[in-house]
């Protein structure tokens, strides 16, 4: 049962705090998510001698791909679907990026997305390039074998569109490991390849017994967390004992809340698509984890307050992460925040609005294509396992993946400091000077 985030005031716990905020309320504006991706571009060409050429191949996908395909529904009736398959990039290595299954999913936000796929893999210094695609449905309106037969006909109709050593998806909003075994089992039936092992690598995010790694389910928040604990560790900041609050509850936030609790930071707001709840005390975050794995969201959980949006981001915390979709933060929202850290869980939460808002206050932000890119980086070590016939033990995917993050960290804190710039167009710088390098030994075919 899906209610509004800025619910009626009669519902809101006497108790909840105060916004500190502006008084209407806090909706993320429409703005266009791919323009916003191209000027952290242009913002970043400023800094790396960028050939014009190159500039404009990267201003744009390389490949766009849309299907429409009829699927029957569990009613005898039949629907049609629209899918997409937006490939920026790859110049690097194979297309990379995940699947999102959403209502509200359009072209241009695939295109923003898989343009930040490129950046995301050439900062971490992956063999990947940049893809996103997904379907434009709300997966929570259908049943489990509706769902199936969605998924099996898309990418049947994606074909190969998709492969191993050309496209890889993995995940996003809406997708898990469930859909990623139909993904590769629809692969490996219908495009017809001698040594279906090889096939394996097709998508990433496969459940561990179905050729997965371990360690992906968890991989994008415990990114997130390495990247926090290493801001904390450079600035000095004792991550025990604070608090955190945490938009999004699925595959990144929870588990980033679920990790930061183990490092004794608790919990005390969250939100997703239903609503927000706020817990003074700490949410016991495996009981909630629990809870929404059976009830598919947080609506309803007894041990938390239920507040506004707008009381959401005005509560006190030390630590927030965005982990729902983009444009969640403007200027209202950065306004209204009470915390020393933002790190971008999801892919584009902040608009450009809202992040001078945040550096005005001195709130400090560690950008997605940095914070997030423990799942791409997680899903390559399973696409190398897949390769080699492979399975890694946990621990050995753990350490690399947080050597992956420091290292780039590293690079993105280094590009800032010698350019002056934010960190967000130091990561865009660093993964601009690689694709530029590889353009200038290449060059361009013929
Ligand atoms: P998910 O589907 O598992 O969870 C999404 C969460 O966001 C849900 O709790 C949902 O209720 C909530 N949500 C949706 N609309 C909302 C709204 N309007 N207000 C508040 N909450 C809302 O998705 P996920 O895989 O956790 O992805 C979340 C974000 O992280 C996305 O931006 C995605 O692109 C990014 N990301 C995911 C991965 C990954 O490995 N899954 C990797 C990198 C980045």
Redesign the pocket.
Same mark, same amino acid.
């Given at each position: 049962m899906t209610t509004t985030?800025s619910g009626p005031s009669s519902q809101r716990a006497s108790s909840a705090p105060s916004s500190a905020g502006p008084p209407h309320s806090l909706h993320?504006e429409r703005y266009d998510f791919f323009r916003v991706i191209q000027g952290y571009l242009d913002e970043a060409s400023r800094l790396v001698t960028v050939p014009e050429h190159v500039r404009s191949i990267l201003l744009q996908p390389k490949n766009e791909l849309i299907v429409h395909f009829p699927v029957r529904m569990d009613s005898g009736h039949y629907r049609v679907f629209k899918g997409y398959r937006i490939q920026h990039s790859n110049i690097l290595g194979p297309f990379k990026g995940?699947m999102?299954?959403?209502q509200d999913a359009s072209l241009d936000d695939f295109k923003a997305?898989a343009a930040m796929m490129t950046w995301?893999c050439s900062l971490m210094n992956l063999p990947f390039g940049g893809a996103?695609g997904g379907i434009k449905f709300d997966p929570r309106g259908v049943t489990r074998d509706e769902l199936g037969r969605i998924t099996r006909r898309f990418f049947h109709a994606l074909g190969s569109n998709i492969g191993p050593d050309y496209d890889v998806p993995?995940?996003?909003?809406?997708?898990?490991a469930q859909t990623m075994a139909w993904a590769l089992d629809t692969y490996v039936n219908t495009v017809g390849m001698v040594k279906k092992e090889a096939a394996m690598g097709v998508v990433t995010?496969k459940p561990v017994s179905s050729g997965g790694t371990f360690g992906?389910e968890t991989?994008?928040?415990q990114?997130v967390v390495h990247t926090i604990c290493e801001w904390a560790r450079r600035t000095r900041f004792k991550l025990e004992g604070k608090k955190l609050i945490v938009?999004?509850?699925? @595959?990144?936030?929870?588990?980033t809340a679920a990790i930061l609790a183990a490092l004794g930071v608790s919990l005390v707001a969250v939100?997703?698509?239903?609503?927000?709840l706020y817990n003074p005390e700490g949410f016991n975050v495996h009981r909630l984890k629990q809870y929404?794995a059976q009830n598919g969201?947080?609506a309803g959980y007894a041990n938390g307050q239920r507040i506004t949006?707008e009381e959401f981001f005005g509560v006190q915390a030390d630590l927030f992460v965005?982990?729902?979709?983009?444009n969640?933060i403007g200027a209202a929202e950065a306004e209204a925040l009470q915390v020393r850290l933002v790190a971008e869980?999801?892919?584009?939460?902040c608009s450009p609005e809202g992040e001078t808002v945040l550096a005005r206050r001195g709130i400090e932000l560690l950008p997605?294509v940095l914070a @997030?890119?423990?799942?791409?980086t997680v899903?390559y070590y399973e696409w190398v396992q897949n390769r080699r016939s492979e399975q890694w033990g946990v621990e050995e995917v753990e350490e690399r993946l947080e050597k992956a993050m420091l290292d780039a960290y590293e690079r993105m804190a280094q590009f800032a400091k010698t350019h002056n710039c934010s960190n967000r167009i130091a990561c865009y710088g660093v993964a601009l000077q690689r694709l530029v390098q590889v353009y200038l030994d290449r060059e361009i075919f013929p």
């Open positions: 985030p993320p995940g999102r299954y959403h997305l995301k996103k993995a995940p996003d909003v809406g997708t898990n995010g992906r991989a994008t928040g990114g938009q999004g509850f699925g @595959n990144v936030g929870s588990n939100g997703d698509h239903t609503g927000y929404v969201s947080i949006r965005p982990a729902a979709l983009e969640q869980g999801a892919n584009g939460p997605d @997030n890119a423990g799942g791409v899903s």
